[in-house]
């Protein structure tokens, strides 16, 4: 595994990359045999340490995990246990469904400035109003059902991923709700027009 260690303006000695090295081998090793890479970051906000892990498993999945703690050992158990949960479930999950080749294609993907709201100018690239376009990148959008698309959701700790669903061949996109639960929106054009399920 390609295992990243770094600090936001804080340091981060040997003694801790070990002990990050040492736990991400046993934790994920308990579930999957050779991820291809984690990255952990350290960083301090206020008087708190925050741990924020992300593993490539392979096969598309991301999974992201982020604790704060007073000290920087105990943000990162808390994280990796966190990790560690939901690594368990996938697992479990993995069991129970049928693996299926998992497709995807290739799209766009822009990060957009925010705008002020006194920004009323019109923007001099393109002559409208719109955000000013920051970055581009090529990005994956898988096939899977929509028990798989909750899944790698509820793995990446993402607010929203969209998918091809595998019954129909459409765009869906699964989300996560401010009250906690998880939406679904399915823009298929039926006999009653759009719909949308959450």
Not at 19 to 26: E, N, R
Not at 167 to 176: D, E, I, P, Q, S
Request: net charge negative; aromatic share 6%; hydrophobic share 40%.
């Amino acid at each position: 595994m390609n295992l990243t260690v770094k600090g936001k303006n804080i340091d981060v000695g040997e003694a801790l990359r070990s002990h990050v090295s040492q736990a991400l081998d046993h934790g994920i090793g308990k579930y999957f045999g050779n991820p291809i890479e984690a990255t952990v970051i350290f960083s301090k906000e206020s008087h708190l340490f925050v741990a924020d892990l992300s593993v490539h498993i392979g096969r598309g999945i991301q999974m992201q995990a982020e604790s704060s703690a007073d000290q920087a050992y105990i943000a990162f158990d808390l994280a990796m246990e966190h990790l560690t949960k939901r690594l368990r479930r996938h697992k479990r999950r993995l069991r129970d469904h049928h693996r299926a080749e998992i497709e995807s294609f290739r799209a766009s993907q822009y990060i957009l400035a925010p705008q002020e709201e006194d920004e009323v100018d019109a923007h001099p690239l393109n002559g409208s109003d719109a955000p000013a376009v920051i970055a581009e990148m090529q990005t994956e959008i898988p096939t899977l059902t929509v028990g798989e698309a909750v899944m790698r959701l509820d793995l990446s700790d993402l607010k929203a991923i969209m998918f091809l669903n595998r019954a129909h061949g459409g765009l869906n996109m699964v989300y996560r709700r401010n009250d906690g639960n998880i939406g679904w929106v399915d823009p298929r054009l039926g006999a009653s027009g759009a719909e949308a399920r959450q």
